[in-house]
């Protein structure tokens, strides 16, 4: 069993009004995250992997240090298929609901996640992610390196920012701050996430 690069949510020049063109999708999608694909099952062809889940993948290979290319590509499928869902255009601003109560109980206020989530994606040196995690019955902020996940973790994952140059030197070159202020204005799909939490 083959594994399957999933069809972007939205048309590649969908967020384009709101600050990433057509050509990052053509790269990010078309290119480092169909590598990720072919290189995941090229490593696990013929190995008892090859029938697992992705998210079994992720879990056997993150304990096993022979198996870090397995995990390193697998992660990432997984990782960029979860940021392509979080992403949605005309999104962005504060939640509404449940989940706008979930993060003022857990964070004070959503500006005070704001501040926090964008720390997290601002200093997480070299490339990575950050993460709204749900951890018990609150919500935390995380970040990881290279191609680590909460999933990894057995944490739950809620919403991601890749913060990978690649992940926005199209668009902003080599300003990170603006890349994450513009996610969190005008494209976070919080419907998303509130299904992530409700799930």
């Given at each position: 069993m083959a594994f399957v690069q999933p069809p972007l949510p939205f048309a590649t020049d969908a967020?384009?009004?709101?600050?990433?063109?057509?050509?990052?999708?053509?790269?990010?999608?078309?290119?480092?995250?169909?590598?990720?694909?072919d290189n995941l099952n090229n490593l696990t062809k013929d190995t008892d992997l090859a029938d697992k889940s992705l998210e079994e993948v992720i879990q056997i290979s993150f304990k096993d240090s022979s198996k870090a290319g397995i995990f390193n590509n697998a992660a990432q499928v997984w990782n960029h298929t979860f940021f392509w869902n979080s992403l949605k255009a005309g999104g962005g601003g504060e939640p509404t609901g449940d989940l706008a109560a979930k993060i003022n109980s857990s964070f004070g206020s959503y500006e005070n996640f704001r501040k926090e989530f964008s720390n997290a994606a601002a200093t997480q040196f070299g490339s990575g992610w950050a993460w709204l995690i749900q951890d018990g019955d609150s919500l935390k902020v995380i970040k990881t390196p290279n191609a680590e996940n909460p999933l990894a973790y057995g944490q739950k994952a809620l919403l991601t920012l890749d913060v990978w140059e690649h992940a926005y030197y199209i668009d902003f070159r080599n300003a990170r701050p603006a890349f994450i202020n513009n996610f969190l204005d005008r494209l976070v799909n919080w419907d998303f996430v509130a299904q992530n939490l409700a799930a």
């Open positions: 967020l384009e009004p709101y600050g990433m063109k057509a050509e990052t999708f053509e790269y990010h999608y078309g290119k480092h995250h169909k590598a990720y694909v």
